[in-house]
């Protein structure tokens, strides 16, 4: 059974007492958004870009490992460094402060992503194409 053929259907004026009869008070939803709608769906935007690039990351791993794409020196090197300075107990800002004690950590994500985005969407447009 199709699921919109149970769906009831509302008489044209059955709300007309919710709309306001002043028209300095009406207002158009179609084309007014307000900011915080903008932000927050530009934001998901911005997560949704980490997640497909370290995605991206651990297929450029794993295709690296399998032999079928020779990973550049320079990403295996950045990455190699934010690890060990990630399970390192040596912090610059120690972790046993709350909140601010991974801030260095995220930033040091943050800068080695900046600096191996251009090796990684190289190996997108590989993936792409073979």
Not at 21 to 49: M, P, Q, V
Not at 62 to 72: G, L, V
């Amino acid at each position: 059974m199709d699921k919109t053929s149970n769906i009831r259907a509302k008489k044209v004026g059955s709300n007309l007492k919710e709309f306001k009869a002043d028209n300095k008070e009406a207002y158009d939803i179609d084309t007014d958004f307000s900011e915080g709608l903008e932000d927050t769906n530009y934001l998901t935007g911005n997560f949704r870009k980490i997640w497909d690039y370290l995605g991206l990351l651990f297929s450029m791993l794993a295709d690296s490992f399998n032999r079928k794409y020779p990973a550049p020196k320079k990403t295996v090197v950045v990455m190699a460094v934010t690890l060990v300075y990630l399970v390192s107990p040596v912090d610059f800002i120690p972790d046993l402060i709350p909140l601010l004690g991974f801030a260095d950590d995220i930033a040091l994500i943050v800068f080695a992503f900046s600096l191996i985005k251009e090796d990684l969407d190289n190996y997108r447009a590989w993936k792409m194409s073979y």
